[in-house]
């Protein structure tokens, strides 16, 4: 293991949820360094933990017991706005579901994230724009997401996660909603913009995916089961 600090460090984390069949432990004891540089897949069963895991991550949840350091800093220290501020700075997401607001333009949903840091109109339309062409979609920056096919839209979710530059990138099943032609255009767009260092973490259910990173890490019943370089 390098000696250099983890981006992200998850210590004895673990999360329960409340549910109408009674508790679910979703996490237990998880410890969990993601390095710089590093593209790391979780895999499990469904109910593994593997969401949960993402969403501690990408500062979406807070753990039950455990400690979340994302660039040394304990998210469980920060109030909402903080937090908000170290998500928006750090961590750019790309969903199964997309996520794109359908009364924005594509442009408009991709320049997003530097709206929300107070980047200059000018200057966020620009990183917009560029971004769309880093992804193939320069020429469709003023349609409507529902003009757009599946895989068109995820590539727009992808741009909107790395439009602010952001050194961790996190990935919930990006190509479960995609048939096989644009689910392999989008995985490889993902994995051409995190070559260049940026950190990548992809939750997916397919082995040929995770094959494709360095690391694997395998989750089951909460409980981290498996960490190794393939």
Do not use: W
Request: glycine letters at 12%; one cysteine or more.
């Amino acid at each position: 293991m390098s000696a250099e600090a983890p981006l992200a460090s998850l210590r004895a984390v673990s999360r329960t949820y409340a549910t109408d069949g009674g508790i679910v432990h979703a996490l237990r004891g998880i410890d969990l360094d993601i390095r710089r540089g590093e593209h790391t897949a979780i895999v499990g069963g469904s109910g593994s933990g593997k969401t949960t895991l993402l969403s501690l991550l990408g500062c979406l949840d807070r753990p039950g017991s455990g400690t979340v350091s994302i660039r040394g800093v304990v998210t469980s220290q920060l109030d909402d706005e903080a937090l908000a501020a170290l998500r928006n700075e750090v961590i750019g997401f790309v969903f199964q579901q997309f996520h794109l607001i359908r009364s924005a333009t594509v442009v408009q949903n991709v320049e997003l994230p530097l709206y929300y840091r107070g980047v200059a109109r000018v200057e966020r339309r620009r990183r917009a724009a560029a971004a769309l062409e880093a992804v193939g979609l320069g020429g469709l920056a003023q349609r409507f997401p529902q003009q757009l096919s599946g895989g068109q839209q995820q590539r727009v979710a992808i741009a909107r996660a790395i439009v602010g530059d952001p050194p961790l990138l996190l990935a919930d099943e990006p190509t479960g909603n995609l048939d096989a032609e644009n689910a392999a255009l989008c995985l490889r767009t993902l994995m051409d913009d995190a070559a260049g260092g940026r950190t990548l973490v992809i939750v997916t259910h397919d082995p040929g995916i995770a094959r494709r990173c360095r690391r694997i890490v395998t989750l089951r019943g909460g409980e981290c089961v498996d960490d190794r370089l393939d």
